[in-house]
């Protein structure tokens, strides 16, 4: 089948990129700009600083072949997908349920026949949404000791607690990063109420929280041949 490679970009984010000189794939992955800031089993995330002012952006990339890609996955699917492909359609999933999910700013995968060499994605928590992790790093210094940790581990366990649950309702995910699923809007302040609930019929947790910011802004747009991707219905570009 041979080398295909293909490159989602959001519309209103098409500008931002190209200012930048991401315009292909092969850019995001030789993007020079970049800080490496973490780095979990086969994904690295790396920190770019415009040379203008603006919001900094993160870029994860997956780097080797087919990882945390198991079979079950393509048989679900039934077609050959990206690591970020997939993770963009498991946060569109999410959204549409009431989770707060970042909306998927850019992602690139490269595929040889059935094995993936690697990919790429950028999310708007990437760019400008306070990760729920550093949320709490920050209430750290703002509460007591021991209310911190009972409100940090009533937050965990509550997530955990949900996402298990999404997974009964068709949610599938090898390696589940609670902190990309669950980002306030706005950080929460030590006097406001935590934005969970008992979930009524079994007692267990579920997340209350309002809508994300930008809902409803469209997708597509880029220079390069446009299709309609099968798992998220949304625009693609393919560069081959």
Not at 21 to 45: A, K
Not at 180 to 201: C, D, G, K, Q
Not at 214 to 236: D, F
Request: aromatic content about 12%.
């Amino acid at each position: 089948m041979g080398l295909h490679e293909e490159i989602f970009l959001r519309a209103d984010y098409e500008e931002f990129f190209r200012s930048l000189g991401l315009l292909n794939y092969d850019s995001f992955l030789t993007f020079e700009r970049g800080e490496e800031v973490s780095e979990v089993r086969d994904r690295i995330v790396f920190r770019f600083r415009p040379e203008a002012e603006g919001d900094a952006f993160f870029l994860k990339i997956y780097r080797q072949p087919g990882a945390n890609r198991p079979l079950s996955q393509c048989l679900q699917i039934q077609r050959p997908m990206t690591l970020a492909k997939l993770e963009a359609w498991n946060l569109q999933w999410l959204e549409e349920r009431g989770f707060i999910a970042p909306k998927v700013l850019a992602w690139g995968g490269r595929m040889n026949g059935w094995s993936e060499v690697n990919s790429f994605l950028v999310t708007e928590e990437m760019v400008g949404f306070e990760p729920f992790d550093e949320w709490l790093v920050r209430s750290k210094s703002e509460l007591p000791g021991k209310e911190f940790q009972r409100i940090k581990r009533v937050m965990i366990d509550r997530c955990a607690e949900a996402l298990a649950d999404l997974h009964g309702q068709g949610f599938h995910h090898p390696f589940p990063y609670l902190r990309h699923f669950f980002v306030p809007v706005e950080p929460l302040t030590p006097s406001e109420p935590l934005p969970l609930t008992p979930s009524p019929p079994c007692g267990e947790g579920e997340l209350t929280i309002p809508p994300p910011r930008n809902a409803g802004r469209g997708l597509g747009g880029g220079v390069l041949k446009e299709t309609l991707c099968p798992a998220t219905q949304r625009h693609s570009i393919t560069d081959r």
